[in-house]
Nanobody, 117 residues
């Protein structure tokens, strides 16, 4: 299992930016995929973005053009740069790791992002 610790959430005005960080407890260079989900109270968890071991990335439609995911295999950290934030981006953001293509997901504890309307 990989322990994951998120940071970087907070309160930001509409149009502002935040960078979320997800620090892993071990080397991430061979981890199949890492990424971010988000969840509002009472709703399902939605994929935001993911990055694969190969470096390829995938974004939800709402994230395209505004969010950028990256990984630092030296710092064992995955980042989510979020720009042009909107009130509907207000959610609890969770980092995950899938160690192999067949593994279940390891989750962080979540970090809150709030964009007031």
């Amino acid at each position: 299992q990989v322990q994951l610790v998120e940071s970087g959430g907070g309160l930001v005005n509409p149009g502002g930016s935040l960078r979320l960080s997800c620090a892993a407890s071990r080397s991430i260079s061979n981890i199949y995929a890492m990424g971010w989900y988000r969840q509002a109270p009472g709703l399902e968890r939605d994929l935001v973005a993911r990055i694969f071991r190969t470096g390829s990335v995938d974004y939800a439609d709402f994230a395209k053009g505004r969010f950028t995911i990256s990984r630092d295999n030296v710092q064992n950290t995955v980042y989510l740069q979020m720009n042009s934030l909107k009130p509907e981006d207000t959610n609890l953001y969770y980092c995950y790791a899938r160690r192999t293509s067949a593994s279940t997901l390891d989750w962080g504890q979540g970090t809150q992002v709030t964009v007031p309307s």
